[in-house]
């Protein structure tokens, strides 16, 4: 007996370590299945591979973040992924994922790891703090293209390292940045991003950097 309650109690942390990665429900569907753009989706990237990738998304962004309880992360259960006739490339909006079906029709070069960039791109928003609304729009969409910069996914077009106007101009540029300042700083964005829970000034760079965003802008640009 006492055998069969071990063997139980093992069986119960198995599924306790396994939920951690799996405490998530993805859902995928393809609304513009009669569109080109849609049925490209179902012949090159596909319904399982989506729901797959999401699950991986979500844990690389966990790492990056340095979220390992469930204490640290946004309370989402479930993540829902649309391919929608529209314009335009993605959105994320209240834990939902849209991606343009036009899009994947009109993308010329290999299609499915594009569609993977996106995704972890706007997976990062699903999970990612934003200050209560109070942070840099440039900064929330910098800190989800570094996610993707950082998971291998940034295309060729993007700018190079030290381009770019302002620190918050967004993507890549900024993605660009924020990366350099994890250089000065391992874990910088991670502690960044738990910064942005509750609210947000530029006065974090200074926090966690000993400099103004504005001075290390500047270092960035001269290094």
């Not at 306790?16 to 989706?41: C, H, M, Q």
């Not at 990738?53 to 640290?72: E, G, P, V």
Request: charged share 20%.
């Amino acid at each position: 007996m006492a055998h069969k309650i071990s063997t139980f109690l093992s069986f119960l942390t198995i599924l306790a370590i396994l939920g951690l990665s799996t405490a998530v429900d993805y859902t995928v569907t393809n609304r513009a299945a009669s569109t080109p753009g849609g049925v490209k989706f179902n012949n090159n990237i596909g319904v399982e591979y989506t729901k797959q990738t999401s699950a991986s998304a979500t844990n690389f962004i966990w790492t990056t973040f340095k979220q390992s309880t469930n204490a640290d992360k946004k309370n989402v259960t479930r993540v829902s992924v649309f391919i929608d006739d529209m314009d335009g490339v993605a959105y994320a909006s209240n834990n939902e994922i849209h991606v343009s079906a036009r899009y994947i029709q009109g993308y010329s070069g290999d299609v499915k790891t594009e569609f993977t960039g996106v995704l972890y791109h706007e997976m990062t928003h699903i999970w990612q703090w934003n200050g209560n609304g109070q942070a840099p729009g440039g900064l929330i969409e910098g800190i989800a293209d570094y996610v993707r910069l950082k998971a291998g996914y940034a295309p060729s077009h993007w700018v190079k390292p030290k381009e770019g106007d302002r620190w918050d101009q967004g993507y890549d540029v900024t993605a660009r940045f924020l990366d350099y300042c994890n250089g000065l700083r391992n874990g910088f964005v991670a502690e960044l991003n738990k910064k942005m829970r509750g609210g947000y000034n530029n006065g974090f760079f200074v926090e966690l950097l000993g400099k103004t965003v504005d001075q290390l802008w500047a270092q960035y640009k001269a290094s």
